[in-house]
């Protein structure tokens, strides 16, 4: 008989050394070492499984920040636009009128009539579904079908889909009340984000959507993952086969758009490219129709993001839902509708007294464009001194602000004041004057209700404030959530919105109405049950499972019955994921992550070098630690450990210091840019993202093709947006350079991938793959 015994180094694992023996050669040991020996590889355990349990949570914390850094970058964009179009009668001859189309769209009356879909031929040899409406069980039954064999469902049913879902919509409240004495359970559901697979699973483990098993999903259907089309096609149909047993409640990527970053709008573009620019109008429409919350027995409150210390859901309950087409199109904003001037006589014009003016808006690339976020306590009374006219300082968006000398501001007799008051004081004459604050219009009311529900996030801390890591919305703490449950009644508030490691998460813990819940978490693959004492007011689901990566997440839904009893049941959809170690779900997760990050470093090298400098005087290529750490945190706003991933960033020269230029060594262009200078090259390389979203402004017909004069009013806004100084010759150049057929057109798609980042190695191994095939295809 062989024995095993390990003599374990307590610092790395690699460093375990085995050693076999046989009877003969060893004694039973004493029960002291065996003990020593116990508590050795306990120790060494433990420790082996903080370190992994500290790299999941900074690999987490990477994806996070990455992930909110767009969505601000997204709503700094959308609020640009809104700027121009409210201040700008036109920008060099062609301002308003590019974006005009995509913010204040006129839907064209044809799509409101039959005829928008009865036209629309189906050929023979079309072999996917052929629904007829009013939709039956074989409908949906072979929709289903259809999906899973990767089947596209032609455009005339889509817009007669659309067509019948519109109609249906338009008849239901903005606030949906469900009862469960008709039915033993219900679903809930959280992000699905296009991943079809999460939502066949939930199907399959769950039961198809009807009488005995309702649903309500909780918005975020589209946008990220590749199969956006069928997943809202599949709800819709069953919304249509059972209003009653499935309910849907709008996302905040439920939004045309946030869908112009995200995705959705390429994929319908993509998959239907004659009738996508129709099916895009009416999936605009469609979503504005969407109730923006669901109530169960008058004591479970379900929204998709989160309230605010001004939510209100009686007046929630009667606002024109379908008028808010975008959370992002920000009301506008005048001094007209301030309506200071009877209080104050006549205040003094000025030249900067128009909100938003462009002087107040303009940023140079060293300020970046998330200076809004400074830093959380700041940003957050700053925020809330420029917000609109609405007496809340709860939520904001990062968008052109009020003018400051229409800020509310505290009382000079009242000192210690709240920040949130009830006077404002506005400049007259040479003096201040004190006006009581106006009631905003009715439409900023409305617009911002559903602000705050699509985009908020709880917080731990008490009160409500900006919410400045996503950039829109707020966060509201414990207080928030206590007094709307016990302001309507209410004892739970289930909302999504944000992606969790294990699927779901409980906060503001407390007692609603003096009774507490116990939760029964059951993961759907093991079936394993425990239980949870905790008594939340507050349950965040989220059921797009992989969602930064694969195994970076679970997936989970609820069911609650009669009792209100929450339980949780967690799923994980990739075969390949289960068959992973956690130690090597965490490392491709982890290097996942730490590639994008590298990605950021790159897009923001010239600013992450010039910080740098300011500490490296005598030029050495080496500053300490903590001025690296400080350096990358001051120009990223990531909120990231960095000291943590420095090893994995960059080196340490032989002194202990940061050799800072290694952290590049890794990131190159995708095609090497010899035509472009510098300066340009890393501009296109960090508002990449945000130039694709203009262009697919101006490309009307998208085509992926544009015009060389097209070309240049997409730098026109893009420097506009930006407030930096693009010389206009060096665009001529670089436009003519990727004219590559001389016919005066550009391929934008090949123009965005030349300044895509990637991996060095990476590269190599495109550029080799590239050249095998050239060689076979010869």
């Not at 069928?230 to 758009?257: S, T």
């Amino acid at each position: 008989m062989w024995h095993l015994c390990c003599y374990g180094d307590t610092r790395e694992t690699s460093g375990d050394r085995f050693f076999l023996f046989t009877d003969d050669t060893i004694k039973s040991p004493s029960p002291a070492l065996t003990m020593k020996a116990a508590v050795l590889i306990q120790r060494w355990y433990r420790r082996y499984m903080a370190r992994l349990e500290m790299r999941r949570r900074y690999t987490w914390n990477i994806f996070q920040s990455i992930e909110y850094a767009g969505e601000q970058d997204q709503l700094q964009l959308s609020g640009f636009f809104s700027f121009m179009l409210d201040n700008f009668t036109q920008l060099n001859g062609n301002g308003p009128d590019l974006i005009s189309q995509l913010l204040e769209p006129v839907v064209d009356p044809w799509l409101d009539r039959e005829i928008c879909y009865n036209l629309i031929p189906v050929p023979e040899s079309y072999t996917g579904p052929r629904l007829s409406f009013p939709l039956s069980v074989s409908d949906t039954n072979a929709l289903l079908a259809a999906f899973k064999d990767q089947q596209i469902l032609h455009a005339r049913y889509v817009l007669q889909l659309l067509y019948e879902t519109k109609k249906l919509l338009k008849q239901m409240p903005n606030i949906v009340h469900l009862s469960t004495s008709y039915t033993n359970e219900i679903t809930i559901c959280g992000d699905l984000h296009g991943r079809l697979d999460d939502l066949l699973l939930i199907f399959y483990k769950n039961g198809l959507p009807s009488a005995e098993t309702p649903y309500v999903f909780n918005g975020d259907f589209v946008d990220r993952g590749k199969k956006s089309i069928e997943v809202v096609c599949l709800l819709f149909a069953y919304l249509l086969l059972y209003p009653d047993y499935m309910h849907l409640n709008r996302g905040n990527h439920e939004d045309h758009i946030m869908n112009l970053r995200y995705g959705f709008t390429k994929e319908v573009m993509q998959k239907y490219k004659t009738h996508g620019r129709e099916i895009l109008q009416l999936f605009q429409d469609v979503f504005s129709l969407l109730p923006v919350a669901t109530v169960i027995d008058g004591k479970i409150l379900i929204v998709h993001g989160g309230i605010s210390d001004q939510t209100d859901l009686d007046f929630l309950s009667t606002i024109e839902r379908h008028k808010v087409k975008s959370a992002l199109r920000f009301p506008r904003r005048s001094l007209e509708q301030l309506d200071i001037g009877h209080s104050c006589k006549r205040m003094r014009s000025t030249s900067g007294s128009r909100p938003g003016s462009r002087s107040k808006n303009k940023r140079t690339p060293n300020q970046g464009r998330r200076r809004c976020r400074n830093s959380r306590q700041d940003s957050a009374a700053s925020t809330s001194s420029s917000s609109s006219s609405s007496s809340s300082s709860s939520s904001s968006f990062c968008s052109p602000r009020t003018p400051s000398c229409l800020s509310p501001r505290p009382c000079p007799s009242s000192p210690s004041m709240p920040y949130a008051v009830n006077v404002l004081q506005v400049p007259y004459l040479d003096s201040l004057c004190s006006v009581p604050p106006p009631a905003p219009p009715q439409h900023d009311r409305e617009w911002k209700q559903v602000v705050d529900i699509l985009w908020s996030d709880p917080k731990t801390h008490e009160g409500c404030s900006p919410n400045t890591f996503r950039g829109g919305g707020c966060y509201f703490g414990p207080d928030v959530t206590r007094r709307l449950l016990l302001q309507h009644g209410l004892q739970l508030l289930i909302r999504s919105h944000e992606c969790k490691q294990e699927g779901y998460e409980l906060c503001h813990g407390g007692q609603v109405g003096g009774r507490a819940f116990r939760f029964l978490p059951i993961n759907v693959l093991s079936a394993q049950v425990c239980l949870c004492a905790f008594a939340p007011q507050v349950i965040t689901i989220f059921s797009a499972s992989n969602y930064y990566e694969e195994g970076s997440n679970r997936g989970a839904y609820i069911k609650v019955g009669r009792e209100l009893l929450p339980r949780f049941y967690q799923y994980q959809v990739s075969r390949a994921t289960r068959k992973l170690t956690l130690t090597q779900r965490v490392r491709v997760a982890e290097g996942s992550a730490l590639k994008a990050l590298k990605e950021k470093l790159f897009t923001h090298r010239s600013e992450l070098l010039s910080g740098l400098q300011q500490y490296d005087l005598n030029n050495t290529g080496c500053v300490s630690v903590s001025e690296w750490a400080q350096v990358f945190e001051s120009v990223l706003r990531l909120d990231l450990p960095w000291r943590t991933l420095r090893p994995h960033l960059a080196r340490l020269a032989p002194d202990g210091s940061v050799d800072y230029p290694s952290c590049f060594e890794d990131m190159e262009p995708r095609i090497p840019l010899s035509q472009v200078t510098p300066n340009l090259a890393e501009t296109l390389f960090r508002y990449r993202t945000d130039i694709e979203i203009i262009f697919n402004i101006i490309d009307k017909d998208h085509s992926g093709l544009i015009s060389i004069e097209e070309f240049r009013h997409t730098w026109r806004l893009f420097s506009a947006h930006l407030g930096v100084d693009i010389d206009d010759r060096a665009i001529d150049d670089l436009a003519r350079s990727i004219d590559f057929n001389k016919d005066g057109s550009i391929d934008f798609t090949e123009f965005l991938e030349a300044f895509r980042v990637v991996h060095k190695l990476d590269n190599k191994e495109q550029q080799v793959n590239g050249k095998t095939a050239g060689g076979k295809a010869l």
